[in-house]
């Protein structure tokens, strides 16, 4: 019988022992169905060793259709990574870059999508271009406008986070989007705080590229990702570090006859030129298996419930005296609701003390993050805001 995903209920998570986790921003607890689904590949391992590979190919098949369906992306145009570092990396330092190429990128990001973007600047001579991604909060209009006005002077690629890991602000992708192809720039997405929880169309948003690991809003085990590309974008790349799997027709050798031994084959296009060898099948068979969970609530549906949850907490926290990052227009907010004491230094701590009392979150540069998901309960707010009078009660979190 297939396990079924229900709104508001921890019946899948069993093993969960934090009374109200909402931490899912940083890393999502397993649930019973992939657990289960890890348990049966390496069972399949066990009791078949390689006969059990061949149903591991047609997973992962599957699982890249499943995937680009879930992100508006054709077939064919997804590839399976190691996380969103190693597909931000793929495409970084695979694109044809020519020197002195303008790359730009926002103070404030996660820094998964500034590194790989530095490394290709130094190898290649490219000019890195800064803005602030908080002003698309707090300025939206006015940020697009210097937007564009980099876009004018010439921008090879923008690199930019789907939702910013601290405040929560879900960024205006489809306006950047439309900006960069009237520009003729490319866009570069990192959706990790995004995908399962934040509807995503690439096609709609003009998006070339994204990378997104599966550990926080897929609810599935570290260790998994994906990576996509454009169609249209796909010719260009080439792998700057490549494996066995990366060519065209990589198993021939080991399934035909002698004589297929070659190492002259075509790398394969695309995202698929990134699968470089040996891959996280028991990654793959947890992702697998939440995916069929989330697919059955639905990603917007799931959102909505989120924000009622955000609904019932954030005005509260406010009266308390927390400044809300959350932003006034639904399509800027995301899974996470982060607010801040009067003193941020003091996040940390209150983090800390609420771990203390049962309430499990994130304090990420200064900002207190709630990042609920599907199974989190309407009726957790009122527990978490007991947890935060209480440590008010006590004159505030500890500083030790």
Known sequence: MTDRAELGSRALFELLETDVYVNHASLSPPSRPVRDAVAATLGGYASQGM???????????????????????????????????????????????????????????????????????????????????????????????????????????????????????????????????????????????????????VAAMGIDYLACGSHKWLMAPEGVGFLYVAPARADALEPYMAGWLSHEDAFAFLTRAPGELRYDRPFRTGALMAEAGTPNTIGAAGLDASLDLIEQIGVAAILEHVQAWHDALEPALVERGFESARM?????????????????????????????????????????????????????????????????????????
């Not at 309430?359 to 935060?388: K, M, Q, Y």
Request: glycine letters at 8%; hydrophobic letters at 45%.
């Open 328 to 400: 006034d227009t639904p399509s800027g907010r995301s899974g996470i609701l982060s607010v801040r004491p009067e003193d941020p230094s003091q996040s940390p701590a209150w983090v800390q003390a609420l771990a203390a009392r049962g309430v499990a979150c994130a304090s990420p540069d200064g900002w207190i993050r709630f990042s609920p998901h599907w199974p989190n309960a309407l009726d957790e707010t009122p527990r978490v805001l007991s947890a935060i009078d209480a440590i008010l009660a006590d004159g505030g979190p500890s500083q030790e």
């Open 51 to 201: 006969a059990w590979y061949v149903k591991e190919v047609e997973r992962r098949e599957r699982l890249r259709d499943r995937l680009a369906r879930l992100i508006g992306a054709p077939q064919g145009s997804v590839g399976l990574v190691a996380n969103t570092s190693a597909g931000i990396i793929d495409i970084a330092l695979g694109l044809p870059w020519q020197r002195g190429e303008r790359v730009l990128l926002f103070d404030g990001e996660f820094p998964t999508n500034v590194t790989p973007w530095q490394q290709a600047a130094r190898r290649h001579d490219l000019e890195l271009v800064w803005m602030s991604a908080d002003d698309f909060r707090t300025e939206r209009e006015a940020a697009l406008a210097r937007l564009e006005a980099e876009l004018v002077r010439g921008i090879r690629l923008v690199a930019v986070s789907a939702v910013q890991f601290t405040s929560g602000q879900r960024m205006p992708l489809e306006a950047m989007g439309e900006l960069c192809r009237a520009h003729g720039a490319e866009l570069f997405v990192d959706a990790i705080q995004a995908v399962g929880i934040v509807p995503l169309d």
